[in-house]
Structure formats: structure tokens, C-alpha cells
């Protein structure tokens, strides 16, 4: 069975997979309510002593919520766009996933999630965290990043700005990782099988070209954003548990079929060696 494969506008350059090693340092940091929700988790970030990292915001509340959605080609020969803001008025964060790194040496975080709306079912999004305000005080997960960073920078293939990891100055302690980006076209269980790590552990978030997994239907179209829930490496191979979304607003969730997922735009990864 071919692979989907999607053409981008500009030159196909670069090497697939970029992946620098790091040191991860596990953090359970209290992020403050009344701030928006990157502003509350750069600054708990910092407090700590990193500038980089990743978070999983589980269990946040926020208000208002404001996310997008993947939306149709905008026809100036990118492949896919954004919708128009989506806005709830209170939402829980059930999963999410953010990563923390830098734009022209500032902030810069990056995250994809589901959340429920007072009795409402849950929906997944792409988080415009300088909008979306923290709710109420949070103890949240992650690990702060040393070694190597994301650093946001113009890409030419895609024409997006996109996180690409650069190395960064190394604090002792922590466990090793490799912080890693995925290009288009490349499928994500492949690359993730080509760094021949026999057992870790696998967070991350970006966009495949729709989506397909060993049982649930698949997500149809071009571009589908997804989150990492569960991801590892162990002794019955790669297994990836994601929530998805792509151009119809649906929420899908399930494990990946191997081999079957190519990368839309980008994968941005943290690979815990060890489990």
C-alpha cells in the first residue's frame, strides 16, 4: 500500500530526521492562575532554571479556551492552513502537550491538547496559549531540556515557521533524550525506529497527512494534528496511543498502524531512552 506523500512549495533539503541529544530533567512545576497559559508556563519554566522543556498540561483549567483547527489549503502553495479561532468559555485540559523553546530569543511554546466544556464532549485543538488564560492554579508535569533546545525558524520546504532543535548549553544532572524534528513525507514510526533505541518513552506533538490506526477509522484529509498520549518503545515494539484531529473537527483517538503515518508538516519529539 503507497503512502500518502504531499508536495510542498519550496526545495526538499535537509536531512528527514533531526535529532540532537539532550538532558531531560523531570520537573513538576505549580503554574499560577490569571496569567495565559504560556505566559504561566514559560515563567514556571524559567523559575526552574530552563528555558526549554516540555509540559504535559493535564488537568489545567482554562478560561476562555481559544484553539484552531487544521482548515484547507490557503492556495498560496502551502498544503495546509489553520481555521478561524475556535473559543469555549471554560474548558479542562484532559491531555495536552507543549513544548517550550524560542523565536528570535524569546518564548515560544507550541502545544496541542483535548479538552471538555461544561457538559460538553471533548475536542482537540491547536492552544493559542497568549489567549487562553489560566483558570485556576495547576501542578503540572515535564521536563526541563538542556543540551539541545527548539529553536523557531523560517523553513523553506514547508514555508511555515517551525521548531527545530539547536544545540544549547548542558546543566548537570537529568536522564539523556533526543529532542528531535521530523520533515514532511517521513513516516513517524520509521523514524522513530531508525535511532535503535530498545526501550523508551515518547512524547510529542505535530501533524500527520490525515492519520490511521490498527482499528479506528482513520482521520480523513490532508492535515491532521495530533498528540502523543502514549508512546513507547519496549519489548512488543513501537506503540503510539495519539489524539487526533483534522479537517472536520473531530476528536479520534487510537493507537497508530506502523509504517502507514507520514509526517504533514512537522513532528516535533522527546525521546526518554529508558522508558
Known amino acids: 500500500m503507497s503512502l500518502p506523500h504531499l508536495t510542498h512549495p519550496g526545495p526538499v533539503t535537509g536531512p528527514r530526521l533531526e535529532a540532537l541529544p539532550a538532558r531531560a ?3 513538576t512545576l505549580r503554574l499560577r492562575a490569571g496569567r495565559p497559559i504560556f505566559t504561566a508556563a514559560t515563567e514556571a519554566l524559567a523559575a526552574a532554571g530552563f528555558t526549554a522543556g516540555y509540559l504535559r498540561l493535564d488537568g489545567a483549567v482554562l478560561s476562555p479556551v481559544v484553539h484552531v483547527i ?8 502551502r498544503v495546509a492552513w489553520f481555521s478561524a479561532p475556535r473559543h469555549l468559555a471554560r474548558a479542562r485540559v484532559g491531555a495536552g502537550g507543549l513544548h517550550v523553546g524560542t523565536d528570535n530569543g524569546r ?3 507550541h502545544c496541542h491538547g483535548v479538552w471538555s466544556g461544561v457538559d460538553a464532549p471533548p475536542v482537540m485543538g491547536h492552544l493559542l496559549g497568549d489567549e487562553s488564560l489560566l483558570a485556576e ?3 503540572v508535569v515535564g521536563w526541563g531540556l538542556s543540551g539541545a533546545a527548539f529553536r523557531r525558524e523560517h523553513d523553506p520546504e514547508t ?8 544545540p544549547a548549553p548542558l546543566i ?6 533526543w529532542l528531535c524534528r521530523l520533515r514532511p513525507n517521513e513516516d513517524l514510526a520509521r523514524a522513530i525506529h531508525s535511532l535503535n533505541l530498545p526501550q523508551a518513552r515518547i ?3 505535530g501533524s500527520l497527512i490525515g492519520a490511521r490506526f490498527l482499528i479506528e477509522p482513520p482521520v ?4 491532521a494534528e495530533f498528540l502523543i498520549e502514549a508512546g513507547v518503545v519496549g519489548p512488543d515494539g513501537l506503540r503510539l496511543q495519539i489524539a487526533a484531529t483534522g479537517l472536520d473537527g473531530r476528536l479520534r483517538r487510537g493507537l497508530l498502524a506502523p509504517g502507514r503515518n507520514p509526517v504533514c508538516v512537522t513532528a516535533e519529539l522527546l525521546l526518554l531512552p529508558g522508558g
Open 25 to 27: 530533567h523531570p520537573l
Open 70 to 77: 487544521p482548515a484547507p489549503a490557503p492556495g498560496d502553495g
Open 107 to 109: 518564548p515560544f511554546c
Open 137 to 139: 492554579d495547576v501542578v
Open 159 to 166: 514555508r511555515f515557521p517551525i521548531f527545530a532543535p539547536v
Open 172 to 177: 548537570a544532572g537529568g536522564r539523556p533524550a
Open 203 to 205: 512524547e510529542g506533538i
Open 220 to 223: 480523513p484529509g490532508e492535515a
